[in-house]
């Protein structure tokens, strides 16, 4: 073995020039593929991170109805579908141990309406109760001007990309009730009319949902302005608002409607079922004995009622830290049959930008393939025009007594000594760059580059998977560069170099 | 007792629709120990017959005889096992490895024996001493000149014991003096190390160095001329 090597490192450096090209383009693709690899963990890290810490949890419940798992954004804001089961899904939620916290939300789209334009803009709604969510995501924002609602206020919070939307659209710029204008908040273009700017508190949504007909238009009170943690330019399509709002809005059944539904079994008791009003006149309700006739419960339509007995549409889930993913999953999609929910995880529902992680690391990793697969090319052609080239040495080493494993390994060794020393310092300068970029601090606002980012900071991550993926990547181009040469290597008879001299 | 024998050994060459014959019916026996030219005109057969017996090239028909081994019937890891430890070879053109130096290139058989390197390199020490090269065992085959390198060659091919050594043509590419000095090497090492050596020509002068003149002729052995 030491005999193979010493001849592959010799040969290497008695051939500089084939030897540096190859090198290179080994170095640079073992390079590309370690910070590659390091800013999408990074990205996959910072996505979940901010995801599940300051948006919708690890698990997400969404009705069973719910064609797809994705309820994020959603292709062309189609609607999610009401989940009506929330009591009983709070007492088994309750129940989990592994479940750390979680909270009921509706989520759709909205129009915004304006008189002054024909065409409507939109914007998401997650419909919530304040202070659970501020429980839940405790600092996945922070409000920069008006306050947070007190719990049970009807108010609208406004992220600030969504205001700057808004004001693309319509010229408006949306304030909190009682604020005012914030230069250094403003909008570039809104901050160049500042003089004719058109100030508006309150904003008018109707809901949107597919199959209902009867969703209302709604003068929301806008009470704060909100900038996302991370990923603003992601997370700010999401107004705030609170649940009864949301649900009146979007045409669901609210708290108080639910107060005024008679149930059923009173239903039976007046005969309303089957909806025979005339029934109510019969002479089955006439009773001649006060004391026989049936107890009925009176319902006061305007009897206090929790938020919960309302429609949401998802229950974002914490874990325990820790947890299992898909342990917790089967666990409580078990608990929950029978409730007319399903449970996801976090990346299912935050539909293509859970999966971004994975497309752009299967697309880095097509990328470095087919750098590697040229790289493969160029080594195989050297490295044959070598072998042809020693076909004098290596028929000679034949002569005198190498077998052709010896000759193979030759080659082979020649090749893996390449891939270890620029493959194994691309990898190395790669590690470094990826321990230099965060230093640097590097921000953007730019959407795509924050979904690359994973967040607001550009912050790579290394794992040793990733250095090990690369590493055989480097082991494959290895081995297969090596295949072609050996085998031209290993046909070389002792009687080839006679001839040739 | 013989260490090579040969019966009705026919080799021939195909050219593209015709077929060269090399070697027409050769029958040859070598004694252990013996230092046997194989002279002839250019084309007679004479590589053709050392590359047969050194298993570098395979006979059409006949039987090859080395050491016992039947050598047309065996595979390549049975041929290049006999060509390790049987049989050692210096070539016409050298042929040293460029990149090891001179020692490394002298224990290079040894360590594809897979011997211990310290033992390899006790061996290889003794030889380039024995070639006189002592103080250019650092040197790669690049700094050295034409003889230099055929004394290389020479230890390299002496350093594993073989029991034969071909020489396809020693000396046609040293000067007069250089390759009376390779011949008187050679024979030396046949007299100190008892090794049987065979050597092509067809260059008069080396004859008077031969033990035994074998001449070839258009692929067929013709009598033995006598020694000078």
Redesign the interface.
């Known amino acids: 073995m030491k005999l193979i090597f010493t001849i592959a490192w010799r040969n290497i450096l008695r051939h500089k020039g084939k030897s540096l090209v190859i090198g290179v383009i080994l170095f640079t693709g073992a390079f590309l593929m370690t910070v590659g690899n390091g800013v999408i963990s990074g990205m996959a890290v910072g996505i979940e991170k901010n995801i599940v810490n300051g948006f919708m949890g690890d698990l997400v419940l969404i009705s069973e109805a719910q064609k797809s798992d994705n309820i994020l954004l959603n292709m062309m804001g189609s609607s999610i579908e009401p989940v009506t089961t929330y009591k009983q899904i709070k007492e088994i939620l309750a129940a989990q141990p592994y479940v750390k916290r979680f909270l009921p939300v509706g989520k759709n789209l909205a129009m915004v309406l304006d008189e002054s334009t024909s065409a409507p803009g939109y914007a998401y709604l997650l419909g919530v109760d304040f202070a659970e969510y501020r429980k839940m995501f405790p600092d996945s924002f922070t409000v920069i001007e008006g306050s947070y609602p007190a719990g049970g206020q009807r108010t609208l919070l406004i992220p600030t990309f969504a205001r700057d939307e808004f004001y693309d659209f319509y010229n408006i710029w949306f304030l909190p009730e009682g604020g005012r204008v914030v230069k250094e908040n403003l909008k570039k273009e809104a901050l160049a009319n500042l003089d004719t700017l058109i100030i508006s508190t309150n904003v008018v949504m109707m809901g949107m949902t597919s199959g209902i007909n009867t969703t209302t238009d709604i003068r929301f009170p806008v009470k704060g302005i909100i900038r996302y943690g991370a990923l603003n330019q992601i997370f700010g399509h999401f107004c705030l608002v609170d649940i009864e709002s949301y649900r009146e809005c979007l045409g669901y059944f609210t708290a108080a409607d639910m107060a005024a539904q008679v149930p059923k079994e009173e239903k039976k008791l007046l005969g309303l079922e089957g909806g025979d009003l005339d029934s109510l006149f019969g002479e089955g309700m006439i009773v001649s004995d006060v004391k026989k006739a049936p107890k009925i419960k009176v319902v006061a339509l305007n009897e206090p009622k929790l938020a919960e007995d309302g429609v949401y549409n998802a229950v974002f889930i914490k874990l325990n830290d820790g947890e299992d993913y898909g342990r917790s999953l089967k666990k409580l999609n078990k608990a929950l049959a029978g409730t007319g929910v399903r449970a996801v995880t976090w990346n299912k529902a935050s539909g293509p930008m859970g999966g971004m992680a994975l497309i752009i690391k299967s697309a880095l990793f097509i990328f470095v393939m087919l750098l590697f697969c040229v790289a493969v090319i160029i080594i195989v052609n050297t490295l044959t025009m070598s072998a042809l080239e020693r076909s004098s040495e290596i028929g000679m080493m034949r002569a005198v007594g190498a077998h052709k494993t010896f000759i193979a390994g030759m080659f082979l060794g020649e090749t893996a000594v390449l891939s270890a020393v620029f493959g194994g310092a691309g990898i190395l300068a790669g590690i470094v760059a990826v321990r230099i970029i965060p230093l640097l601090q590097i921000t953007t606002k730019n959407d795509m580059l924050q979904l690359l980012y994973g967040g607001n900071f550009f912050n790579p991550l290394l794992s040793l998977s990733d250095v090990g993926l690369t590493a055989l990547q480097l082991l494959f181009v290895t081995v297969v560069a090596a295949m072609y040469p050996m085998r031209v290597a290993v046909h070389i008879t002792p009687l080839d170099a006679i001839s040739r001299d | 007792m013989n260490i090579i024998e040969i019966r009705g050994l026919k080799k021939n060459y195909p050219l593209g629709d015709t077929i060269v014959p090399a070697l027409r019916g050769v029958d040859l026996e070598v004694a252990e120990g013996d230092f046997m030219s194989i002279i002839g005109p250019s084309g007679s057969g004479k590589?053709t017959l050392l590359?047969v017996i050194?298993c570098?090239?395979f006979a059409t028909t006949g039987s090859v005889k080395v050491g016992g081994h039947e050598i047309t019937s065996l595979n390549?890891?049975q041929i290049?096992?006999i060509?390790?430890?049987k049989i050692?070879?210096i070539?016409?053109?050298f042929?040293?490895?460029?990149?090891?130096n001179v020692i490394?290139n002298i224990e290079?058989?040894l360590?594809?024996?897979k011997r211990p390197?310290a033992e390899a390199r006790k061996r290889a020490d003794k030889l380039i001493e024995e070639v006189g090269l002592k103080e250019h065992a650092a040197h790669r085959p690049a700094e050295l000149s034409g003889g230099q390198r055929q004394r290389v060659a020479i230890a390299?091919?002496l350093v594993?014991n073989p029991d034969i050594i071909l020489a396809?043509e020693p000396t046609a590419n040293l000067d007069s003096v250089t390759g009376a000095s390779i011949l008187e090497l050679m024979r030396r090492m046949n007299e100190i190390e008892k090794t049987t050596f065979i050597f092509s020509t067809h260059d008069a002068n080396v004859l008077k160095y031969a033990r035994r003149i074998v001449k070839i002729k258009d692929g067929l052995i013709e009598k033995e001329p006598a020694l000078a």
Request: glycine residues 6%.
């Open positions: 590589t590359n050194g570098i090239d390549d890891r290049t096992e060509r390790l430890n050692g070879f070539f016409q053109t042929n040293l490895i460029p990149v090891l490394e290079f058989p360590l594809l024996m390197a390299r091919a594993t396809d």
